[in-house]
């Protein structure tokens, strides 16, 4: 029992360490007037994001603006409109299309309809109504199928975009308006709100577990989205008539089955209505309301592809020649002689592009396969960044 509980609490503090190495970076604010329940979705290494609403009192504003986020320069720009004002609306994305849907409208109320968005064409193409309407929903994508679910009902539904078919896939779930949900390894994770019961549902054998609890106060409208293999829930109000915003994270780890803080608070404003997006190993999100319809956007970014950020431990590397074309000459220090280290290369939008094991303090990578442009290269030590330089390949 002792061995046990020692390995729990260093897998544990493993964990904690692992979240450590993200940091909470502030991007371009939202070019869009601030405003909550706003919708986003991920295609390719691009962010999409807009619709929502204002409302105060008398004052209730709908938008249907959409517009695009590049995290490679950290600049917006505007792509087509969706069809109608819409705010709650939910979406997922297949392949190299998006697709949302569902929501309510200022103009036209609680809405069916439901659309595929093409990036490259920059169209909205209407599909097969939503079975459900209203805001507050869940949406997700696994193995090539849509699901939207659980905001006014009990019913999870799944979307194949090949056949444009609805179908209920589950009933067993709690509806819940504006729960949270994430995803990982193919598995969604659902926790409604102002619930601390985590669900598992499982899209192979369409089965629901209950997991571990989770250990922050219950909520409404909370952030949630997964990151490298852990899942994340914060942000949120205890309560819409008397808002009572947070700004508190938790990350969940599905192979322990334990719940845990994250270490580096959310540097924002508290708030609630967020939607998250995760791009490779980043996330992010913005807009949101705590009486105040906000317009930041933030990054949660993995430290080892964080871009065009530079770092160097004590100078423990030369990288020669740079610019380079055909090969890169790395010569370490005489402390790292007896270490393996691993080093991975970054193109500035996070994508990893090489990886190599490193034994000795001389070592030569070949580039020539790389395209021409700057990247970043990042030597390890087990979970330490020792070095992050830019390279030119040319």
């Known amino acids: 029992m002792k061995k046990s509980l020692l390995v729990f609490c260093i897998l544990l503090i493993s964990y904690q360490g692992f979240c450590d190495k993200f940091v909470w970076n502030n991007k371009t604010g939202y070019p869009g007037v601030g405003r909550h329940r706003a919708s986003g979705i991920g295609i390719g290494q691009k962010v999409y994001y807009g619709l929502g609403h204002v409302s105060s009192g008398s004052v209730n504003v709908g938008f249907q603006d959409w517009w695009e986020y590049d995290p490679a320069t950290n600049s917006w720009s505007q792509k087509a409109n969706y069809p109608h004002q819409s705010h709650g609306a939910v979406g997922f994305t297949i392949g190299n ?17 439901f659309y595929e968005f093409d990036p490259i064409a920059n169209t909205w193409t209407a599909k097969a109504p939503c079975p459900l309407n209203n805001d507050g929903h869940i949406s997700f994508a696994i193995n090539g199928l849509g699901y939207l679910g659980l905001g006014n009902s009990n019913e999870l539904y799944s979307y194949n975009p090949i056949t444009d078919v609805w179908t209920l896939a589950n009933n067993t779930m709690p509806g819940s308006w504006h729960g949270a949900s994430f995803v990982i390894n193919n598995k969604a994770y659902y926790l409604p709100s102002f619930s601390n019961t985590l669900y598992m549902y499982d899209p192979a054998t369409n089965s629901v577990t209950t997991k571990a609890s989770y250990i922050g106060v219950g ?36 192979t322990l089955n334990v719940w845990d803080t994250i270490p580096k608070s959310f540097p924002g404003v508290r708030r609630h209505f967020v939607p998250c997006i995760t791009i490779g190993d980043n996330v992010y999100f913005g807009t949101g309301t705590n009486g105040t319809n906000l317009a930041d956007f933030w990054a949660y970014e993995w430290k080892v592809a964080v871009g065009v950020n530079e770092y160097d431990k004590s100078n423990s590397i030369s990288v020669f020649p740079n610019p380079t074309s055909d090969f890169l000459n790395i010569k370490l220090n005489e402390e790292y002689l007896d270490k393996t280290l691993i080093l991975k290369i970054f193109s500035l939008d996070g994508k990893e592009v090489a990886s190599e094991n490193i034994e000795t303090i001389n070592y030569s990578i070949p580039v020539s396969h790389l395209s021409k442009g700057v990247y970043l290269i990042s030597l390890i030590d087990k979970k330490e960044i020792i070095t992050a330089k830019k390279i030119i390949i040319n």
């Open 219 to 254: 909520r409404i409208a909370a952030a949630g989205f997964s990151v490298r293999g852990q899942g994340y829930i914060g942000l949120g109000t205890t309560a819409f008539d008397s808002p009572n915003d947070l700004k508190d994270f938790y990350f969940y780890d599905p």
């Open 97 to 113: 299309k998006g697709y949302m849907g569902s929501g309510d409208s200022e103009t036209i109320g609680a809405c069916y309809d």
